[in-house]
């Protein structure tokens, strides 16, 4: 009885409500990355798609290694004042600079770090023009969310890969461009155009506001162990994907690639669910209220990940059928990924309150560096003899170590 009515109150609150449109919005862009991605794979080789993976880690890993806590602290901050914001786009555009500058004039050494070789020096401009896109696009859906404006943000979470599978679709079937550079620019021109058209809802008058030092304080305080964690999670998240460039040939890392991306959606409804509860938990002012809103959104998360199981697994089989025949040997690992993925969704609620109510990102900090640790040595000793299904085993335990620190810290929080 007590969990019927937990169920009844969840269902009746603005959450639930909040959630069905974020969730809704990562549906259609799961959907449109499903077939931008077996689209992609089909048009171009496995070798290819493995450049690509590389190139998608790339800025997945420096878009928040390069942010330095700045998009969790725009969420936790933003109801102190307008000048989080403009901190926040003026940090980014100086990001920018450095990483077109950085990827302009270091291409061969970059390339070497990444692939091994300077061959495919010509790709690393490419990656920091994808990089900048990203760095101004995660600030205006930070922005977004926190002003919880969800319709805007869900408009432009699913519009990036509309664009995506549309611009690419152009320069294949008008074009006759199938590449890596096609790839590419395919990739990196969606944020740059929804960065753009965000100023609608967000408007610009927050350009406008007063810096000073002694408000920033707060905002560098937090944002310092959130660069921190969040560098280190950054780089455990992605370092099953670089550490098979060292063992496994680009094929084969592409196909990781693509059973990656079969469980996409998953992470996605972490983030979509994040930007829902995240804002609520900052707001909190009682231990109470934190409690019971992480009882109502651990049922949330539970039936969201068996829903999910349910649906991604015939769906992975399409997309690997779909890819063609040299990507069918990924669906094993794929098994082992969304494993993972579902492990990371159950956890959301106790680690947003962990992170917005208890404002422990320290701890997120020396988890990371556990996960880190956990995910190089199965990385290193799995990977070679097992390929890319010990790497996904790696990512799992990566998950894990989380998991356990986290329900172990949440449990003595009081």
């Not at 992480?294 to 049922?299: A, G, N």
């Amino acid at each position: 009885m007590k969990y019927l009515n937990l169920v009844k109150s969840l269902l009746q609150t603005a959450t639930i409500r909040q959630t069905l449109v974020t969730m809704s919005a990562t549906a259609a862009n799961g959907l449109l990355a499903m077939v931008f991605y077996v689209f992609l794979a089909r048009s171009i080789t496995p070798s290819e798609y493995g450049i690509f993976t590389i190139l998608v880690a790339t800025v997945a890993l420096f878009s928040t290694v390069l942010d330095f806590g700045t998009d969790k602290g725009v969420v936790k901050f933003i109801s102190k004042g307008d000048y989080v914001a403009k901190t926040a786009l003026l940090f980014k555009f100086v990001m920018v600079v450095l990483v077109i500058a950085a990827t302009s004039l270091f291409s061969k050494l970059i390339s070497s770090l990444l692939f091994g070789s300077s061959n495919q020096s010509v790709i690393i401009p490419w990656i920091g023009l994808c990089l900048s896109g990203y760095l101004f696009f995660n600030t205006s859906q930070s922005l977004l969310q926190a002003k919880e404006k969800f319709v805007w943000w869900s408009f432009s979470l699913a519009g990036s890969n509309f664009l995506r599978l549309l611009i690419f679709s152009l320069l294949v079937f008008v074009f006759n461009k199938s590449n890596i550079y096609s790839a590419a620019f395919s990739f990196a021109l969606p944020p740059i155009i929804l960065f753009i058209a965000s100023f609608l809802p967000l408007k610009l008058n927050y350009l406008k506001a007063k810096l000073s030092i002694n408000k920033l304080q707060e905002l560098l305080t937090f944002n310092s162990w959130v660069a921190g964690f969040s560098i280190i999670s950054a780089l455990a998240s992605r370092l099953d994907t670089f550490i098979s460039v060292r063992y496994l040939n680009l094929a084969d890392v592409g196909i990781y690639g693509l059973a990656g991306q079969a469980v996409q959606f998953l992470p996605q409804a972490v983030m979509a669910l994040g930007v829902v509860t995240a804002p609520k938990f900052a707001n909190f002012g009682s231990e109470t209220a934190n409690r019971q809103y992480v009882s109502k959104s651990i049922l949330l998360t539970a039936g969201m990940a068996f829903a999910s199981a349910l649906v991604i697994i015939p769906v992975a089989l399409i997309i690997f059928s779909a890819s063609g025949h040299s990507y069918m040997s990924g669906f094993g690992t794929f098994l082992i990924l969304l494993l993972s993925q579902l492990v990371f969704l159950f956890m959301t609620p106790i680690r947003d309150s962990l992170m917005y109510y208890y404002s422990r990102p320290d701890l997120f900090f020396w988890t990371a560096i556990a996960q880190i640790l956990v995910v190089t040595i199965f990385s290193v000793i799995l990977i070679p003899r097992y390929g890319i299904a010990g790497s996904a085993i790696a990512n799992l335990s990566g998950q894990l170590i989380i998991s356990v620190i986290c329900s172990l810290s949440y449990a003595k929080s009081k």
